[in-house]
């Protein structure tokens, strides 16, 4: 009986929704060559272990590679079309960056 009793209990403690709630996922859109088009999508989880990005490597309106950064960055091949009408965020790279900062360290 107390077999049955401690295995119920962990089944209610351990038994979880599945789903992650709306308002945890943080979806960010990127232009990396400055066309105008999205061409990254990141999508940051409030749930440790499920991040993960939509590229388009070759920016042809398609994104071809999805990333997982789970225990551990995947890859998968995919073909899906990137998003419109969607606000876009620029990427700046390293030098983009530290270009910036010589600007406001020069002023």
Known sequence: ????????????????????PEDCVKVTYFDRNSDGKVDR???????????????DDNFDGKYEVEVFYGWGPTKKTIDLPVPNDVPIEKENSNKAQKKDAD???AS
Request: proline residues 0%.
């Open 1 to 20: 009986m107390r077999v049955i009793i401690l295995f119920m209990m962990l089944m209610t403690f351990h038994v979880q929704s599945t789903e992650i």
């Open 41 to 55: 999508e990141h999508h940051d989880s409030c749930l440790s272990h499920s991040s993960f990005e939509l590229l």
């Open 103 to 105: 600007k406001d360290s």
